[in-house]
């Protein structure tokens, strides 16, 4: 299972942002970063303060699986 971080996109709409529809940003481990219209999470999720000490984050352990038709974010349990 991975680790997603998952948090408001402040700059949505702006170069490299997405659309002002893009509001989701959802970071999977370090280095990888995906923007989402819609989220659907059906594992547990916890509130944390992001490693910047100014943000804050919410995060839950799963397996992501991306709805490109509708620019979702599914993250489930791994079974």
Known sequence: MNKY???FNKRRGQ???GT???VWRVFEGDHKEYLFKNLDI?????SEKDKNGEDYNIFCYGVLQIDKDTSTAVIVRED
Not at 42 to 46: D, G, I, L, M, N
Request: aromatic share 0%; glycine share 8%.
């Open 20 to 22: 002002v529809d893009h």
């Open 5 to 7: 971080r998952i948090r």
């Open 15 to 17: 170069p490299g942002r």
């Open 42 to 46: 059906s594992v547990p999720v916890k």
